[in-house]
C-alpha cells in the first residue's frame, strides 16, 4: 500500500493525472471539532503534550475531508523547550520563551541525546497516527528548520522582522552559529525519532527564510536544511523530505539540489507558472494557493486553483496551501477547493 500512496508518488517524482492534496495547519482553530478537543485538552500545550488528544486532531480534518496525507500535530517549539528553553503561551499573543542571547545561556542547554524524553509524547502521537490513519494515508512529520526555530529564542516571542536575530548574527556571530548548529543537530534527532515511531514523510518549515539576504540565506537556511536532509537519508533512506523556505521568491530556483530535499514547498508569493519553469524542473512541488481563499471562497477560489493545477500539470505536484490555513476560514470553502482538485 505504501507504494501506491498518491503522496509518495508524487514524492519520488511521478507526475500524476490528480495531484494529491493536503494543506498546512489543516487540523486547526478554523474546524470546530479541534476547537472542542482543545477545550478538553485545556491549553495548546497540553493538545500538543497528550498523545491521544493529539492524534485525534490529526485525524479530524481525514475524516472530514479525506485528505491524501495527514501531518502531526505538535508545535516548532517544542523542540526548544526540550532543549532547555522555556516556553509558554499568551492568549491572544502567542508563544513565549525565555531567550537564548549569550554565551552562558547557549552552554546551559541541553545536550542532543537528552530532548527526547520530553519529546517523548510526540513520537506516542505518531505511533497512535501510524496505527488509525487510514491505509491510503501519507502520515508527514515535522519540525521548524534551523533559522526560523532561531529567531523565536533568540527574541523571546515572535517578532515582524526577526530583528533580533538578526542583530545577534551581526553582533555575536558565534552566539548565533552555536544556536544554528545545536537546532539542527537537534532537529535531525528529533525528526529521526518520528520516522522510527511511524512517519512517512518529514517537513522543514523555513518560514522566515525571506528575511535572510544574500549569502546568509544560503548559510542559514539552505545548508542547515542540506545537513538535516542528507542525515535523514543516511539514516532513513527512501524517506522523502519536503522543504519550505517561505518568502525565497526567485532563489526557490536550485532548492532541490542544493538541499537534496525530495520537494519544495512555494508560498503563494510565488506564480506557478514561474515555479513550474524554474522550479519543477527539479522535482516535486507543493502549494500553492493563498490561503486567503477559505476566507473569501467563491468563484475566484474554483478559478485559482484550476490555474495552479494547469500549471504544475506537466510534472510532479502534490496541492496545497501557500502559508496555514488561517482560524477565519470556512471549513465549506476547503472542501470547494478539494472538490475541485479532484475535478468533482
Known sequence: MAQQKTILRALAGETLPTPPIWMMRQAGRYLPEYKATRAQAGDFLSLCYNPELAAEVTLQPIRRYGFDAAILF????????????????????????????????????????????????????????????????????????????????????????????????????????????????ATIEYLSMQIQAGAEVVKLFDSWAGSLQRDDFTEFSIHPMQRITHAINDRHPGIPVIVFPRGADHRYAGVHRATGANCVALDDGIDAAWAAEHVQIDGCVQGNLASSHMVTGGQALVDETKRICDAFRKGPHIFNLGHGITPDANPDHVQLMIDTVRGS
Open 74 to 185: 505538535a508545535d516548532i517549539l517544542l523542540l526548544p523547550q526540550a532543549l532547555g528553553a522555556e516556553l509558554w503561551f499568551v492568549t491572544g499573543e502567542g508563544p513565549r520563551l525565555t531567550p537564548i542571547t549569550t554565551a552562558d545561556e547557549l552552554a546551559e542547554l541541553k545536550i542532543v541525546d537528552d530532548i527526547h524524553e520530553t519529546l517523548r509524547p510526540v513520537y506516542e502521537t505518531v505511533q497512535i497516527l501510524s496505527r488509525e490513519l487510514p491505509a491510503e494515508t501519507t502520515l508527514i512529520g515535522f519540525a521548524g528548520a534551523p533559522w526560523t526555530v532561531a529567531t523565536y529564542m533568540i527574541a523571546g516571542r515572535g517578532t515582524p522582522d526577526q530583528g533580533p536575530a538578526h542583530a545577534l548574527k551581526a553582533e555575536n556571530r558565534p552566539v548565533f552559529e552555536g544556536i544554528i548548529h545545536r537546532l539542527t543537530e
